[in-house]
């Protein structure tokens, strides 16, 4: 029943990834990743403050298959890693270093940044 809930969860988070890109996209530079780095870092942020939330200290406790759905399904869908890793090469193979520089290092940074400030909003929950 595990890999039900987190199919679901992929699915769902798929398709919320593709629509967030698409509103980046009509609204953003076609010259740089910005649809990419921003769900990475949505995501990151998501989901730090979702297993903080929900973990053992966690202010509310979900049953295993609810992380799995949230957690493994709707932010592995949504969060596209394999596509930042793919955009950086193309950058790197068009030479535009400064921008593969940039969201290499803005979208580690901001995704670290982005998992630490989820957990601490939830760690604040958990303290009410």
């Known amino acids: 029943m595990s890999y039900i809930w987190i199919a679901v969860g992929a699915g769902l988070g798929g398709m919320l990834r593709y629509w967030v890109s698409g509103m980046v996209a009509r609204f953003g530079p076609d010259t740089f990743p910005l649809g990419t780095m921003l769900i ?43 596509s930042f890793s793919l955009e950086t090469l193309r950058l790197m193979q068009d030479r535009q270093w400064g921008l593969a520089t940039v969201n290499v290092l803005g ?3 901001l995704c670290l940044l982005g998992v630490w400030l989820g957990n601490q909003l939830a760690a604040g929950l958990n303290q009410r």
Do not use: K, Y
């Open 40 to 82: 990475n870092i949505s995501g990151s942020m998501f989901i730090g403050f979702f297993a903080a939330l929900t973990g053992p200290q966690g202010r509310l406790l979900v049953a295993q298959n609810t992380r799995l759905f949230v957690m493994t399904g709707i932010c592995g869908g949504f969060t596209t890693f394999s």
């Open 107 to 109: 979208s580690v940074a």
